[in-house]
């Protein structure tokens, strides 16, 4: 199971992307045990953890992203979402979703958003 995380793209500083993550061939009955999460890279710097939603529906995020960013999941489409507001060029990079599981862990390819100042 791959996933493909989208809705990337350049935005103002100070505009929203809404990003997303189908994981529809992984069962319901796994995909509510499973931690889903969104990292960020930016050039030249490690992965980071940008936030995480639990199976117990209780989240965290970075603090540089509270109050702005908000993680969420479709269970019926199996799928997760990264709602990005008041974008800063500081968030700029490639962001990757991560559906953890019990027996498996799952990453996809990155979607690119760029931040103009």
């Known amino acids: 199971v791959q996933l493909q995380a989208s809705g990337g793209g350049l935005v103002q500083a100070g505009g929203s992307l809404r990003l997303s993550c189908p994981a529809r061939?992984?069962?319901?009955?796994?995909?509510?045990?499973?931690?889903m999460s969104w990292f960020r890279q930016a050039p030249e710097k490690e992965r980071e953890l940008v936030a995480a939603?639990?199976?117990?529906?209780?989240?965290n995020y970075r603090d540089s992203v509270q109050g702005r960013f908000t993680i969420s999941k479709d269970n019926a489409k199996r799928t997760v979402y990264l709602q990005m507001n008041s974008l800063k060029p500081e968030d700029a990079g490639v962001y990757y979703c991560?559906?953890?599981?019990?027996?498996?862990?799952?990453w996809g390819q990155g979607t690119q958003v760029t931040v103009s100042s």
């Open positions: 061939r992984i069962i319901l009955s796994v995909w509510g045990t499973c931690i």
């Open positions: 939603l639990r199976p117990d529906g209780n989240s």
């Open positions: 991560n559906v953890k599981c019990p027996s498996r862990d799952y």
